[in-house]
Nanobody, 115 residues
Framework: QVQLVESGGGLVQPGGSLRLSCAASGIILSSSAMGWFRQAPGKKCELVADITRTGSTNYADSVKGRFTISRDNAKSTVYLQMNSLKFEDTAVYYC?????????WGQGTQVTVSS
C-alpha cells in the first residue's frame, strides 16, 4: 500500500521560509516522478513544482527563483524548500507521486503566510 505523508507546513511571515517534506512508503521512489501541488481557498489546484526520475525539475512561474524541489531516493522523501514566501503562497500543499499509470496523493499540509 502506497502512503505519502507530508510535513513541514505552518504559519510563517512574509519573506520567511519553510521546508515541506513528503515521505513515501510502499513505492520505489527512484522510478517515480514526483511533484508538489497546492490549492488555495476558492482556487483550482495548481502544480507548484515537479521532479522527474532523472532529477529534471519544473516550476510554476509564480514560484521560480523562490522554491526548490529536491528528492532523496535513499530516504524515499521529496522536499520543497520555500523561500521569500508571499501572502499568495497560502494554500494546502499536496505531494504527488506518479509511478507508471498510477498517481498517488498525500493528505496535504497547510501553509499560511501572514503577518
Amino acid at each position: 500500500q502506497v502512503q505519502l505523508v507530508e510535513s513541514g507546513g505552518g504559519l510563517v511571515q512574509p519573506g520567511g521560509s519553510l521546508r515541506l517534506s513528503c515521505a513515501a512508503s510502499g513505492i520505489i521512489l527512484s522510478s517515480s516522478a514526483m511533484g508538489w501541488f497546492r490549492q488555495a481557498p476558492g482556487k483550482k489546484c495548481e502544480l507548484v513544482a515537479d521532479i522527474t526520475r532523472t532529477g529534471s525539475t519544473n516550476y510554476a512561474d509564480s514560484v521560480k527563483g523562490r522554491f526548490t524541489i529536491s528528492r532523496d531516493n535513499a530516504k524515499s522523501t521529496v522536499y520543497l524548500q520555500m523561500n521569500s514566501l508571499k501572502f499568495e503562497d497560502t494554500a494546502v500543499y499536496y505531494c504527488n507521486v506518479v509511478s507508471g499509470k498510477y498517481s498517488y496523493w498525500g493528505q496535504g499540509t497547510q501553509v499560511t503566510v501572514s503577518s
